[in-house]
């Protein structure tokens, strides 16, 4: 409970005044603090949180989002969805940071929804992720149209969360889109393909090297040198 109470302490002032300006040591050691907040199973702790995104600056707001999407924050849902309502876009972001991961709660999946019609990119992709963890198979639609839309950053994004459904289906529909007609939608695939081992997706990227659109087959070719198999990848350039 001391050192508990040592870090609370200790991160309770990062917005407010100082005797001087912070040494980048004394700093860091906070950022550290916010991390391990995030492990403290305490009400003080999450609040605490909250706290920091309300009023810290960016570095520390960066952090302590990142710290809310691996925590139990489901308690704090209403304030959550207050600060959902926020002019500034870093706690709009954090606030759906606090909520990713709860599925079970109607209005929190029509706010999440509306979010992803926010002036702010940030906060549609926090959105988009969020959503993907619901169940409803038009949430997983949702990344696909993604793969035709904005720009690179954001079909970026959805690619990135597509990788997370390690199953056949979506291996196999990414494989059938490296065939669409459309240049983004093959490198958007072409990109969450990495995710994904099997000869059969190295094969479709190897193919993919050649594509007429340079793009596209930039995009295999970063897939295959981070494949999670490079043995296979080796293995079939041969």
């Not at 702010?120 to 959105?127: D, M, P, S, T």
């Not at 954001?154 to 889109?177: C, D, P, S």
């Not at 594509?211 to 070719?221: P, Y």
Request: glycine share 4%.
């Amino acid at each position: 409970p001391e050192v508990e109470a040592k870090i609370i302490g200790l991160i309770k002032n990062v917005a407010g005044p100082t005797d001087g300006p912070r040494t980048w040591h004394y700093a860091e050691v906070q950022l550290a603090a916010v991390d391990l907040l995030g492990k403290l199973e305490l009400p003080e702790a999450k609040a605490t949180l909250l706290e920091v995104i309300k009023t810290g600056s960016d570095d520390y707001v960066k952090r302590a989002t990142e710290v809310l999407e691996q925590v139990d924050m489901s308690a704090y849902n209403d304030e959550l969805l207050h600060m959902m309502e926020s002019a500034d876009a870093q706690i709009r972001k954090a606030a759906i940071a606090g909520l990713t991961g709860i599925t079970d709660d109607p209005e929190i999946e029509e706010r999440l929804t509306k979010a992803l019609r926010d002036k702010e990119y940030q906060v549609r992709h926090a959105a988009l992720k969020a959503l993907s963890y619901f169940k409803d198979e038009k949430h997983h639609e949702r990344l696909y149209e993604w793969f035709t839309q904005g720009s690179w950053t954001e079909r970026e994004v959805a690619a990135n969360i597509v990788g997370r459904f390690q199953n056949e289906a979506t291996k196999n529909r990414l494989m059938r889109m490296m065939r669409d007609s459309r240049c983004e939608v093959r490198q958007t695939a072409a990109y969450a393909l990495r995710h994904f081992k099997g000869e059969d997706v190295v094969q479709v990227l190897i193919g993919a090297l050649s594509d007429e659109n340079s793009r596209v087959a930039k995009s295999a070719k970063h897939s295959l040198n981070v494949h999670p198999q490079p043995d296979v990848v080796v293995q079939s350039l041969i």
